[in-house]
């Protein structure tokens, strides 16, 4: 069983405990740094990570993630981004994700319904600066900015609902609406293609990047120690700074190595992309590729 398919199984049992806090979706990719804070604490976000209403992840700078929904739903998250999972509904008679509310409160993003297999279409709602976009199908792509918010629909059919504006119902593909912070909407007009393709590069997941994907094999070693305490103050610090980095042991010639290291990337290239781009940070001076899965201490 793939994960997704796990998850969504999951969402249908932990239906039926309210109590819970469900999953209801999976970080599928992940371009670090970033964070996801729920229960009142903070943590790195990791590739197969899975996210349960409430909990809002954030990026760094370059980072990207992609979450995929238990009904297929995809969304994807720029740099510098800031999103809140704050609603999930569940389906009374197939105890499967039937609605979803997401308040963007910074940065570019893109949404695609995709419905799974044996799910229909469900109820998302999207809130970008006071602004309600419902999408019962289709791809769209927004970024919410300091002064402004845009957003354009690829293609499919959403309703927006704007204090100003009102109600306005969009389907034509390649449509672009801004909302200036405190003034009248923009009205809906024509995107360019070639803007448009600017947009969505700051939203696209690329491989060869320093992507990290749940079955992953590659590592990237940060440094290693013969004493373990000696790592924990950069263990912190990365930590804090938005890497899932482990802790990890070798024995070699008879000595016993500590190592800190960050695995699941998803290619050698991969990888290289991300030691080339920490190195010189953290006092981390020579990183070095490893392959395989492992175990943590």
Known sequence: MNCIRALALSVGILAVFPAVAAPIAEVVALQMPAWVKGDG?????????????DEVIRTGIAARVLVQFADGGVLKLGEQARITLAKAGMSSESKTLSRIMLVVRRGAFS???????????????MNLGGTNI??????????????????????????????????????????VFRIPR??????????DPQRLKVWSAQTEVTSGQGLTVPNGVWIVQLVAQTRRRDLYPMQRRL?????PVKLSSARINGRTFFRLRIKGFGS?????????????????TAPWLARGRGRSI
């Not at 604490?41 to 209403?53: D, F, N, S, Y």
């Open 41 to 53: 604490r903070q943590r790195p976000l990791e590739a197969g990570m899975v996210l349960t209403q």
């Open 111 to 125: 949404f695609t319904t995709m419905p799974a297999k044996g799910y229909l279409p469900h109820d998302v709602s």
């Open 134 to 175: 419902r999408i019962r199908r289709g791809n769209i792509w927004g970024r919410v900015g300091r002064h402004s918010a845009i957003f354009c629909l690829i293609r499919g059919h959403v309703t927006v609902r704007n204090p100003a504006a009102g109600r306005l119902d969009m389907d034509k593909p390649m449509t």
């Open 182 to 191: 405190a003034l009248q909407p923009e009205l809906v007009r024509p995107v």
């Open 239 to 243: 930590v804090t700074a938005g890497y």
């Open 268 to 284: 050698k290239a991969d990888a290289h992309a991300f030691a080339d781009r920490i190195r010189g940070h953290y006092d981390i």
